[in-house]
């Protein structure tokens, strides 16, 4: 981050900057289904050409990637800056489940979290401690406004999930469409700093930085996910260059995927120190965290739905 931009970032946390805008301060919605995922942090490297099949969600894939220690890359806590980040969890008490943390999302509006469609459709992966808890049975819950997901910050019930219509969980040929993003919204209002949507997309080579809780090692444990917040650079990349990730045309490829958990945390764009959403992580590959490449659901492609589902859905806090 620049220097103008790391004092602006911190004008930001102390909430010097000026008023949210219209959509950020809005109530809003209902309904409901289920998921799981999160994410974490390395030091840059350039884009490697991966040799790999399957997606990865919350467990990295199988790819073998051109081979990487995970101790080249390096997590960094967030700052207090970044406290529209979201951690999403979820209760499954008849599994002895609780606080689980899944996926991570970005605050765009005190009612509404932006995060990746496939976090409400995917089973979480089989554990060594017990099989898969459904997704019938997760009750869904975020916490914002704290870079620690187990304390501190605002709470809420998630009540309704909002996945992108044209959501179809597989690999495209660039000319499928995955929209793998999708909007939670929650049963009560946060007094929370939201985070806007980016105002353009991104562009070959750019620096972005992504936040969220997740795994710096290969396990894929929750237990293994960091309870502090974590930030690091991702550079965009032509989209030829994730080829054998079959990225469609509304997303965007990075270096430097994050680990296991890593889905739905966003891509943020600093300008003047005011952050902005680029966009949320869908899919990586690579066998360890940084190896390979991530794919991106390109944010300012989904505007329209984005808006108009909020629009559509407000309805008064509880």
């Given at each position: 981050?620049?220097?103008?931009?790391?004092?602006?970032?911190?004008?930001?946390?102390?909430?010097?900057?000026?008023?949210?805008?219209?959509?950020?301060?809005?109530?809003?919605?209902?309904?409901?289904?289920?998921?799981e995922h999160a994410l974490r942090s390395f030091k840059i490297t350039p884009i490697s050409v991966f040799k790999a099949g399957g997606l990865a969600l919350a467990v990295i894939?199988?790819?073998?990637?051109?081979?990487?220690?995970?101790?080249?890359?390096?997590?960094?806590?967030?700052?207090?800056?970044?406290?529209?980040?979201?951690?999403?969890?979820?209760?499954?008490?008849?599994?002895?489940?609780?606080?689980?943390?899944?996926?991570?999302?970005?605050l765009l509006a005190p009612q509404w979290v932006l995060t990746a469609a496939h976090c409400s459709k995917t089973g979480e992966p089989p554990h060594k401690d017990g099989p898969?808890?459904?997704?019938?049975?997760?009750?869904?819950?975020?916490?914002?406004?704290?870079?620690?997901?187990?304390?501190?910050?605002?709470?809420?019930?998630?009540?309704?999930?909002?996945?992108?219509?044209?959501?179809?969980?597989?690999?495209?040929?660039?000319?499928?469409?995955?929209?793998?993003?999708?909007?939670?919204?929650?049963?009560?209002?946060?007094?929370?700093?939201?985070?806007p949507l980016a105002s353009r997309p991104p562009l070959d080579g750019e620096l972005l930085t992504f936040y969220g809780w997740a795994s710096t090692s290969n396990d894929p444990?929750?237990?293994?996910?960091?309870?502090?917040?974590?930030?690091?650079?991702?550079?965009?990349?032509?989209?030829?260059?994730?080829?054998?990730?079959?990225?469609?045309?509304?997303?965007?490829?990075?270096?430097?995927?994050?680990?296991?958990?890593?889905?739905?945390?966003?891509?943020?764009?600093?300008?003047?120190?005011?952050?902005?959403?680029?966009?949320?992580?869908?899919?990586?590959?690579?066998?360890?965290?940084?190896?390979?490449?991530?794919?991106?659901?390109?944010?300012?492609?989904?505007?329209?739905?984005?808006?108009?589902?909020?629009?559509?859905?407000?309805?008064?806090?509880?």
């Amino acid at each position: 981050m620049r220097a103008e931009d790391a004092l602006g970032a911190r004008d930001y946390a102390a909430g010097t900057l000026p008023e949210p805008s219209p959509l950020e301060k809005q109530p809003h919605t209902r309904k409901f289904e289920e998921g799981e995922h999160a994410l974490r942090s390395f030091k840059i490297t350039p884009i490697s050409v991966f040799k790999a099949g399957g997606l990865a969600l919350a467990v990295i894939g199988t790819a073998a990637c051109s081979a990487q220690d995970a101790s080249n890359f390096v997590s960094q806590p967030a700052p207090v800056a970044a406290t529209w980040s979201v951690s999403v969890q979820y209760d499954a008490l008849s599994y002895g489940v609780r606080d689980r943390p899944t996926c991570t999302g970005a605050l765009l509006a005190p009612q509404w979290v932006l995060t990746a469609a496939h976090c409400s459709k995917t089973g979480e992966p089989p554990h060594k401690d017990g099989p898969p808890v459904p997704n019938a049975i997760k009750q869904f819950h975020v916490r914002a406004g704290s870079l620690d997901r187990t304390q501190g910050g605002a709470t809420s019930t998630v009540d309704a999930i909002y996945e992108n219509p044209g959501f179809t969980w597989k690999q495209g040929d660039q000319t499928d469409e995955v929209d793998d993003i999708s909007l939670m919204h929650l049963v009560t209002l946060l007094n929370v700093q939201t985070v806007p949507l980016a105002s353009r997309p991104p562009l070959d080579g750019e620096l972005l930085t992504f936040y969220g809780w997740a795994s710096t090692s290969n396990d894929p444990h929750p237990k293994s996910l960091p309870t502090q917040l974590q930030q690091v650079g991702v550079t965009v990349a032509d989209l030829s260059d994730c080829a054998e990730n079959a990225p469609s045309q509304k997303e965007f490829c990075t270096s430097n995927p994050p680990g296991s958990g890593g889905s739905g945390g966003p891509a943020v764009r600093w300008e003047a120190g005011r952050p902005s959403v680029v966009g949320t992580l869908s899919r990586a590959t690579g066998a360890i965290p940084g190896d390979g490449a991530a794919t991106f659901s390109n944010a300012e492609q989904f505007r329209s739905w984005i808006d108009e589902t909020i629009a559509q859905h407000a309805v008064a806090a509880h």
